[in-house]
């Protein structure tokens, strides 16, 4: 099962988080980037419905599945100094 880690950070004058190379939006304290991070990574969590997607790979091909809502990945949060 894929693990998504949301990891605290400074940026651009304050904090933010950070899921790979994706970052989230420049909060003012570390508290309020900890907290948002852990809120997204609670709702990651959730299931939702099951529902068809279609989505373009990097090869520009174009894909239809059927996502199951139930199969939702495993979250952390790391906030380390």
Do not use: C
């Not at 970052?23 to 299931?47: D, G, M, N, V, Y």
Request: hydrophobic letters at 40%; zero cysteines.
């Amino acid at each position: 099962m894929a693990i998504i880690r949301y990891e605290v950070v400074e940026h651009d004058g304050g904090w933010a988080y950070k899921v790979g190379d994706v970052l989230s939006e420049t909060f003012p304290s570390h508290a309020a980037a900890l907290k948002a991070a852990s809120e997204a990574a609670a709702r990651q969590t959730l299931a939702g419905n099951t529902d068809g997607i279609v989505y373009q790979d990097g090869a520009g091909e174009w894909h239809e599945e059927l996502a199951d809502g139930h199969d939702r990945p495993s979250t952390e949060v790391i906030d380390e100094p």
